[in-house]
C-alpha cells in the first residue's frame, strides 16, 4: 500500500458502491411498518406505496448507502 492510499484510506480491496445496484430483498422486508430508509435517502430515491417494500428509482439513487445501513432487516443492498 503506497503512502498516498494510506494515508487517504484507499486500497486495492475498497468497494466501487459507483458499479453496484440497489436492491430490495422483500423477503428480508416485514412489510408491515412505514420503511424507516425511505426518509434518510438523501436523493429520494426510495419510494413507499402503503406497507409493501419500497421501490428505488435507480436513475435517482447515487448509491450513497444511508438507506441500506439504516435498514434494520438488512432488507436492502448494494450488490
Known amino acids: 500500500m503506497s503512502a498516498f492510499s494510506n494515508f487517504f484510506g484507499t486500497s ?3 468497494e466501487n ?3 453496484k445496484t440497489l436492491v430490495v430483498k422483500a ?6 411498518h412505514p420503511c424507516p430508509s425511505v426518509r434518510v435517502c438523501p436523493v429520494g430515491a426510495l419510494t413507499q ?4 417494500a ?3 428509482n435507480a ?3 447515487i448509491k450513497c448507502g444511508k438507506c441500506v445501513n439504516f435498514c434494520p432487516m438488512r432488507a ?3 450488490e
Open 59 to 61: 436513475e435517482k439513487c
Open 54 to 56: 419500497p421501490d428505488v
Open 76 to 78: 436492502l443492498v448494494l
Open 17 to 19: 458502491k459507483t458499479d
Open 27 to 32: 423477503a428480508r422486508c416485514p412489510q408491515n
Open 12 to 14: 486495492k480491496g475498497t
Open 49 to 52: 406505496k402503503g406497507m409493501a
